[in-house]
């Protein structure tokens, strides 16, 4: 509750998130207030109850509502453990217990004191007990009361089962007697449990009456059986808790099918809270908060207190991971240890390598905190996980051994991880010295560069003295440019780049053929009005012989120095295509063909099938006209007749 009566909530301390909840409406102090945990409220959200004048409010999250009670002012209230049930101290002196949802009014008692108690608790969910200085007074359901006296100052802790008494000096549980311990132990009790009790007891001596007590309870002997294990677990005592388990394996002996699992639980419980209660240890846990605890919950509780060879002990029974516990007491030895860092590091992997997969790596950290850098280190070497480790090694400024870690992982993520720090945090310099020798780093920066970062690229490459690598980016750089200008100056640098190393003579080579090729396709595009950019040299032969220009077509021949079969038959083909018919006699005669005269055959036959297919008369014609060969004259005469024919 926050100075202006607005009520915040936190359902999660792990992760906190505040909640402001609905407008309480209130402008003064309230008398009290208590809150319902959301898992025993209808809407599954928290409620409070803050009384106020004579009234009580409920707020959840987004309303408020009065309930309209007249009994108040409220000085005290509480919640039952349970959730359902509500006690409220009047300013009259009259204790009130209703429903939660208040359609129920369950029990009044008048206590006579006008004076509020100092505490208002459940004993479990049976009584309510108030206490005043030196006094706490126990009512029951139907008005019952008891009273206790004590000389020095108390204080009251709610359980699930019953109420905790704490002193100075003591600690005292007030519960009602189990509802199992009273049909054994009540006097003159006949319930089967209690008789299967005493045939154990007559048994032991050897009377011949446990058998007549045993035939007796016969048909409830099942349950007599499972009473006895019950009323073991709310028993201190180790000797009731022998007789009670001892009574239920002497009965279950005479059954003929008996699920033993619940007899085997709660022995296994029993020694576990037997040694939770020693005096050395000092938890007094009830089987009842022991199973609302869970056995994980007990043992992190253990581990808080620094019991780690109990903990393990337990963890080990129950067959629970020891994983933290060992975690928790390797953290605490670091702390606490004053030996030298390498006795240190022995003992915590002495008693860690029994844990195959363990991490490591909160233990080092905890090093690395208490100033202990160089355990730190040595402790992260046997963390399994790269994950944990590189990320760790990284906040201990142990940048390079984190970057070889993650590359030993084969996690290119985690590589990445490290470069981009170490990229942030370094100087260039000093960054490409680190991943340098490392293989896989810089391939991955590569490739990172490649897409994201060319001028990062170019720095690595000059400071790593790659000419070839540079060379080559500088070029396909030039190559992506659109103006033919800027284009072959950069491929310039590049083949100026390239002559620097004698090893790329092949490199400089084609480089020189494509800036020569960019001039002449720069100087065909004035001369013809075409474009000619990113054609081939044959592509620019073939476009030349097409455009008719085949002086131009032969200088690019010569200039390139095209051998004779490629340069005639891109010339066979523009000529065919464009059905220059006197050019192609021409080129035919000009010298013995370096391709031999099937082509010349065949560039004919090929033509005549495409004029057929465009269903071209005239240019199917033309071709017949001009074809000396007689078979392939004859396909030509068929195919005109079919177009004739249509």
């Known amino acids: ?21 609905a407008d309480t409406g209130l402008f003064e102090v309230p008398h009290s207030w208590t809150v319902i945990p959301p898992q025993y409220t209808l809407s599954r959200h928290v409620e409070v109850l803050i009384a106020t004048g004579t009234t009580i409010l409920v707020v959840d999250s987004k309303e408020t509502q009065d309930q309209l009670l007249q009994q108040g002012p409220f ?41 509020p108690p100092q505490q208002l608790v459940w004993c479990g969910t049976d009584s309510v007990v108030m206490y005043w200085d030196k006094i706490v007074l126990m009512i029951g359901p139907f008005g019952d009361w008891i009273k206790f006296s004590y000389d020095d100052a108390i204080y009251l802790s709610s359980e699930i089962d019953g109420v905790r008494i704490m002193s100075t000096d003591k600690c005292e549980l007030l519960q009602k007697v189990p509802t199992s311990t009273e049909n054994i132990f009540k006097i003159g009790s006949t319930s089967p449990a209690a008789m299967l009790y005493d045939a154990l007891d007559h048994y032991e001596r050897k009377n011949p009456k446990a058998d007549e007590n045993i035939r007796t309870i016969r048909p409830d002997l099942l349950d007599a059986v499972d009473c006895c294990i019950e009323a073991a677990g709310f028993e201190f005592h180790h000797y009731y808790q022998r007789m009670l388990l001892k009574t239920a394996s002497f009965g279950k002996c005479f059954l003929d099918h008996y699920n033993a699992d619940r007899f085997v639980e709660m022995a296994q419980a029993l020694r576990v809270l037997n040694a939770v209660r020693f005096y050395d240890i000092g938890i007094p846990l009830t089987y009842a908060q022991y199973k609302r605890l869970t056995p994980e919950r007990l043992v992190d509780r253990l581990i808080q207190r620094h019991q780690h060879l109990l903990a393990l002990r337990i963890a080990d029974y129950l067959n629970l991971s020891t994983d933290a516990i060992l975690i928790h007491w390797a953290c605490a030895k670091i702390k606490k240890s004053s030996d030298d860092e390498d006795a240190t590091c022995r003992v915590i992997v002495d008693k860690l390598s029994k844990n195959p997969g363990l991490s490591f790596a909160e233990i080092a950290k905890t090093a690395y905190n208490n100033g202990q850098n160089r355990l730190a280190t040595k402790l992260l070497d046997y963390e399994p996980r790269a994950a944990d480790q590189v990320p760790l090694l990284m906040s201990m400024q142990e940048d390079e051994m984190a970057l070889i870690k993650a590359i030993e992982s084969g996690d290119t993520d985690l590589v990445y991880l490290v470069i981009f720090h170490l990229k942030r945090k370094l100087p260039l310099g000093e960054f490409f010295r ?17 897409e994201q970062d060319r001028e990062l690229l170019k720095d690595f490459y000059y400071q790593d003295d790659r000419r070839l690598d540079s060379a080559n980016m500088i070029a396909a750089e030039g190559f992506q440019l659109e103006d033919v200008t800027e284009r072959i100056n950069k491929l310039k640098i590049a083949n100026k780049t390239y002559q620097d190393d004698k090893s790329t003579v092949f490199e400089t080579k084609v480089m020189d053929d494509a800036i020569k090729l960019l001039q002449a396709q720069t100087q065909l595009e004035k001369d013809t009005h075409q474009p000619f950019q990113g054609l081939s040299v044959s592509e620019t032969i073939y476009k030349c012989t097409v455009l008719g220009h085949h002086p131009k077509a032969s200088k690019l021949r010569s200039d390139f120095k095209v051998p004779d079969k490629r340069f005639w038959w891109v010339k066979l083909r523009a000529l065919v295509e464009v059905r220059d018919w006197e050019q192609l006699d021409k080129l035919s005669k000009s010298k013995k063909s370096p391709i031999g005269y099937e082509p010349f055959i065949g560039a004919f036959k090929e033509a005549g099938e495409q004029a057929f297919i465009n269903k071209d008369i005239d240019g199917l014609r033309q071709v017949r006209a001009k074809c000396t060969n007689h078979l392939v004259a004859q396909e030509l005469d068929s195919l005109l007749a079919q177009l004739h024919a249509k």
């Open 1 to 21: 509750m926050l100075g202006n009566y607005q009520l915040v909530s936190i359902i999660d301390f792990d992760e906190p998130q505040p909640k402001a909840m």
């Open 75 to 115: 000085t005290k209230m509480t919640v039952s453990p349970n959730g359902k049930f509500l006690a409220l101290f009047t300013a009259e002196g009259k204790l009130w217990v209703v429903s939660t949802d208040f359609e129920k009014n369950l029990s009044e008692y008048a206590t006579k004191s006008k004076v």
């Open 434 to 450: 680190v991943i340098n020798n490392k293989p896989l780093a810089c391939s991955l920066l590569e490739v990172y560069c490649k």
